[in-house]
């Protein structure tokens, strides 16, 4: 994907939004009838048959797919991580962005081994990421700014963080994608993302905050210091997403929560990954309801603030793994599923068909 120009944010996120419409109640019906009609029992394939169903009531039709999955990962970093609140240097971030370009980490086995395309995309990123090659550049800033001390960045640039992702989403469609998968890489991103949920919920910072990638205990009170004194600065800034956003989160976030606004507005399925992949979707969820029609949750992540995320954007997940790593594996390892709920809807006989009885007794004549 060549690099884009920049666009006015504001304006890409109003548009996108007036496409967004919920999941058709018709076709969900129509999917259930034709659920019903296939040869075995009703219910007999559990959750892949409301995986089924919800695809084809995204994409409206019997007949649903599973196109050219992609998933898109945004790599940024934080200047909260002034603050001690992680146990790895900021440098980390581009030295891991630089080993997915040379395929050399879990997201690119777990990746081809779904089948899945994956784009990388520097949204953010301090440091000059080596191995560049085929790296989609599109940094809003170099890092966004210590929220403990000021905004983690202007109104403007969580606009234009967002319109990354939404960019990225429609080309995506545009290829004919019709399942997105989200993950992130960005040292001190879970320090952003549970600030993120204590907002967005009303939890307390000490309920939501974990040890993201091995905190210590020393490091858990400055992670969870920092979050309180973040919210603390920005209470007037934080009664609505973008204001959320722009707070305390991060670049990545942002590109993230734009994938999710416009696969509800291609009417493309978004596999969201863990704790902070589900920040941003919460995120996406408040900004326009519907968009949780368009969402699937990969996996239950052991971070205590994922599951009043998913609460907020009400999906329950696939997978209970105790997966924690982030870049999108646990999307990867989702994605195979969904594949398989929807071979089994499009390719099982009917009763009709095959000659079965069923139920009732009926057989086709």
């Known amino acids: 994907m060549p690099e884009i120009l920049k666009v006015d944010g504001a ?55 599973v196109s050219k999955p992609a998933i898109l990962l945004f790599a940024a970093d934080h200047g909260v991580c002034e603050e001690g609140v992680n146990p790895y240097p900021q440098a980390v971030t581009a030295q891991m962005v630089s080993n997915f370009l040379r395929g050399g980490a879990a997201i690119n086995a777990l990746a081809g081994s779904a089948g899945a395309g994956l784009q990388i995309v520097d949204i953010g990123v301090a440091s000059e990421v080596r191995s560049a090659e085929k790296l989609i550049r599109r940094p809003v800033a170099r890092g966004t700014k210590n929220f403990c001390r000021e905004a983690a960045m202007t109104r403007e640039q969580a606009l234009e963080a967002i319109a990354v992702g939404i960019e990225m989403a429609n080309d995506a469609a545009a290829r004919r994608c019709t399942l997105l998968g989200i993950g992130e890489m960005g040292i001190g991103n879970t320090t952003a993302a549970s600030a993120l949920t204590a907002a967005i919920t009303g939890l307390a910072p000490g309920a939501v905050v974990g040890r993201g990638t091995g905190a210590d205990a020393a490091c858990m009170v400055r992670k969870t210091t920092a979050v309180e004194r973040a919210l603390a600065l920005h209470r007037a800034q934080i009664h609505d997403p973008i204001g959320m956003l722009a707070a305390v989160g991060g670049f990545e976030i942002a590109g993230m929560c734009g994938v999710c606004l416009a696969g509800a507005a291609n009417r493309c399925a978004v596999v969201v990954d863990g704790f902070i992949a589900t920040a941003a979707a919460a995120l996406a969820v408040r900004l326009a309801q519907p968009v949780q029609d368009y969402l699937i949750a990969a996996h239950h992540s052991s971070e205590p603030g994922h599951r009043p995320l998913l609460n907020v954007i009400r999906q329950r997940p696939l997978l209970d793994f105790d997966m924690r790593l982030g870049e999108g594996s646990g999307a990867a390892v989702a994605i195979p599923i969904v594949r398989a709920a929807v071979a089994a809807f499009n390719n099982m006989a009917t009763f009709s068909s095959a000659g079965v009885a069923n139920a009732e007794g009926r057989t086709a004549p």
């Open 11 to 65: 304006r890409l996120l109003e548009a996108t939004l007036a496409r967004i419409e919920p999941a058709d109640a018709q076709w969900l019906v129509r999917a259930q009838e034709r659920q019903s009609q296939l040869t075995k029992p009703p219910g007999s394939l559990g959750r892949l048959e409301e995986i089924a169903i919800r695809l084809a009531a995204m994409q409206r039709t019997l007949t649903p797919s």
